[in-house]
């Protein structure tokens, strides 16, 4: 049977890698919310440096990498490549959130490489096949490619299971199904 102590000591220990790095990771949230480019990543590192098994903490600096891409073209290679990094740490420390095999589809998937892409949506749905967004994103790949026929297929499933929004119902009403 575990102590008291133990359980103490252990809460402890937890406690003091997580608050901080939480603390770190909402300033980091803010300063990119802020385009703070440099706040936010310095606030990043202090995070990751506070718990580098973060799943949120990847994450969130993938999303960040992933924004940088956007905001600037010249070198959007560069950080296109640095958000796949920080995706796939999120996705080593919490296997079982799909959202982020979403994320590093859709951007492998800008960037052009289609078997990795749609490698990462069909995981991502056999984590949670009844995910209407999955089957929608999906959807979108197969358009993006000029697969219609399982464009359509992925964007009737979304619309039947409902919570992706307007995107299926436009997409069918684009492709005459509505």
């Not at 749609?118 to 993006?144: I, M, V």
């Amino acid at each position: 049977m575990v102590s008291v102590a133990a359980v103490m000591v252990l809460l402890a220990t937890r406690l003091r890698v997580s608050v901080p790095s939480q603390f770190y990771l909402i300033q980091a949230e803010r300063a990119r919310t802020e385009l703070d480019w440099a706040a936010a990543v310095a606030l990043y590192q202090k995070a990751w440096r506070h718990d580098p098994k973060s799943y949120d903490i990847a994450n969130s600096f993938g999303d960040y990498y992933l924004a940088r891409a956007t905001w600037n073209a010249a070198q959007r290679q560069e950080w296109e490549q640095n958000a796949l990094v920080w995706f796939e740490r999120a996705h080593i420390h919490n296997p079982h959130a799909a959202d982020v095999l979403v994320k590093k589809a859709r951007l492998l998937d800008a960037r052009g490489d289609q078997a990795q892409a749609h490698q990462r949506y069909r995981l991502a749905l056999e984590f949670d096949p009844t995910n209407a967004s999955y089957h929608a994103q999906l959807g979108l790949h197969y358009r993006r490619w000029n697969k219609i026929d399982q464009a359509t297929a992925s964007f009737i499933r979304a619309y039947e299971l409902g919570g992706a929004g307007e995107l299926p119902a436009q997409q069918l009403r684009q492709l005459g199904l509505l």
